[in-house]
């Protein structure tokens, strides 16, 4: 997986999805079979990683990319559409943000 650094040449994008505790692992299976299965094999893509806070009331989706247009490119295919159209049933609210590392600390 890619360090973090500020000087990195690749899109980050870090998406946060909020829910109850109920629906926290039909979410996490649903984000973890969507990358094993088709986003990791989107041209472009680097790595990414998932993170649920301790409440279950979140997930924060961190993910590398070659370009930002490898992104939405990914994110206009009508698999992830759908996808998208599944995952929006299991949480209030999910919004992916595009961004430029600033700074780095190891």
Not at 25 to 51: N, R, V, W
Request: charged share 25%; glycine share 2%; hydrophobic share 40%.
């Amino acid at each position: 997986m890619p360090k973090i650094c500020k000087d990195a040449t690749y899109q980050t994008v870090i998406t946060t999805f909020e829910m109850t505790p109920g629906t926290c692992q039909d979410l996490l299976d649903a984000l973890t079979e969507a990358y094993e299965t088709f986003i990791s094999k989107q041209p472009g893509f680097i790595a990414a990683g998932l993170h649920v806070n301790d409440a279950q009331t979140r997930i924060a989706n961190y993910s590398q990319w070659e370009r930002r247009e490898d992104f939405q490119a990914m994110l206009r295919t009508e698999e992830m559409r759908e996808r998208n159209r599944q995952i929006n049933l299991l949480c209030r609210s999910f919004e992916p943000v595009m961004y430029d590392v600033v700074a780095a600390f190891d």
